[in-house]
């Protein structure tokens, strides 16, 4: 049973950064592609970033490209998001997803599997 952990959401003030990783287990996951999202109160989930952890192609949304970046250590079946120039409207719980196919979208049904979420808050 595929099992996905994440870690490293905490409090942070703005312009500070923040390394996010997310922990796969109980599957094959060398051909997956695996998601990052978040959700803050309120609002509806939405992606935030993607990757192929075969090639490592990449994929995020306008509002944090050249802020995030998304990276993958596959011998530790880790995903990895860093957080750098963090906003106040970053704040959000921030979920790990996967998608058996590698689709690289970023859409919520796209993705099979997700953990449990961790809490990032930006403080002005």
């Known amino acids: 049973q595929v099992q996905l952990v994440e870690s490293g959401g905490r409090l942070v003030q703005a312009g500070g950064s923040l390394k996010l990783s997310c922990a796969a287990s109980?599957?094959?996951?060398?051909?997956?592609?695996m998601g990052w999202f978040r959700q803050a109160p309120g609002e509806e989930r939405e992606f935030v970033a993607a990757i192929r952890l075969l090639g490592g192609t990449t994929n995020y949304r306008d509002s944090v490209k050249g802020r995030f970046a998304i990276s993958r250590n596959n011998a530790k079946n880790i995903v990895y998001l860093q957080m750098n120039s963090l906003k106040p409207e970053d704040t959000a719980v921030y979920y790990c997803?996967?998608?058996?196919?590698?689709?690289?979208?970023?859409?919520?049904?796209?993705?099979?599997?997700w953990g449990q979420g961790t809490q990032v808050t930006v403080s002005s």
């Open positions: 109980g599957g094959t996951f060398s051909t997956y592609g």
């Open positions: 997803a996967a998608d058996p196919w590698a689709k690289l979208g970023s859409g919520i049904r796209e993705y099979d599997y």
